[in-house]
C-alpha cells in the first residue's frame, strides 16, 4: 500500500468514527437504536468498498468477453445484452469490433472501422451497392492485409467499405464460412476451424 492509499484509509476511518460519535452523541437516550443504525450504515459502507474493489472481476462475470482458446481453433462469443455475437479482431493491426451477421454475405467496414484499419475513404472507389435496412448503400472493396483473432491469422481477405451510416461493422459468412463449424449453445456462438 504507497503513501496516497495510507492516506485515503485513515482519512476513512478518522470520518466513519466522526459519524460515529456524532450518532452517539445526539442519541444517548437510545443508544441501542443508534448502535443499530450505525452498523447497518457500516455494512454497507464496507460493501459499497468491496463492490468498488471488485469492480474489475464483477464486470468480467455480468459482460464476459470472447475467449479464444490456446489450440487456436476455436472462438467462444458470449452473446452481448442486446442479443447480438461481437467478434473484435485484429485488422491490418488495428483493434476492430464486428457485429457477427450471418445475413451479411461480406466483412463490411463502416467509414470510422476503415479509417483505424488504415484506409483512406476519400481515396477508395464506391462502385459497388449493398440492400440495407435504411436502403440502397455504395460500397467500395478493399483488402485487408491481416484479419487476426487471438492466435487465428488471415490475410488477403475481401471486405467492403461501407459509404452510408453504418454504426458498427458487419462480419458475415466469407468470414464465418472459414470455420467447419458454428454452433450456438448456453448463450454462446462457438466457431471452430
Known amino acids: 500500500m504507497n503513501g496516497f492509499d495510507t492516506a485515503h484509509l485513515v482519512y476513512l476511518i478518522v470520518l466513519g468514527l466522526a459519524v460515529v460519535s456524532w450518532f452517539v452523541a445526539t442519541n444517548k437516550e437510545s443508544l441501542g437504536k443508534v448502535t443499530q443504525q450505525a452498523m447497518i450504515w457500516g455494512l454497507i ?13 464483477i464486470r468480467q ?10 489450440n487456436g481453433n476455436r472462438i467462444e462469443l458470449p452473446r452481448a445484452p442486446d442479443g447480438h455475437y461481437y467478434l473484435e479482431a485484429n485488422v491490418n493491426g488495428a483493434p476492430i469490433k464486428f457485429v457477427v451477421d450471418t445475413g451479411a454475405t461480406g466483412i463490411v467496414l463502416s467509414m470510422a472501422d476503415a479509417r483505424t484499419a488504415g484506409f483512406t475513404p476519400e481515396d477508395l472507389v464506391f462502385l459497388g451497392s449493398a440492400n440495407t435496412a ?23 481477405l475481401r471486405a467492403v467499405v461501407n459509404e452510408g451510416d453504418l454504426d ?16 450456438i449453445s448456453g448463450g454462446k456462438m462457438i466457431l471452430t476451424r
Open 45 to 57: 459502507f464496507i460493501g459499497v468498498i468491496a463492490a468498488v474493489g471488485l469492480w474489475d472481476d
Open 61 to 70: 462475470t455480468v459482460t464476459p468477453t470472447q475467449s479464444v482458446f490456446s
Open 134 to 156: 435504411n436502403g440502397v448503400v455504395r460500397t467500395a472493396p478493399v483488402s485487408l492485409n491481416s484479419f487476426e483473432v487471438g492466435a487465428l491469422r488471415d490475410t488477403g
Open 168 to 183: 458498427e461493422s458487419l462480419l458475415g459468412m466469407t468470414y464465418l464460412q472459414r470455420f467447419s463449424s458454428m454452433e
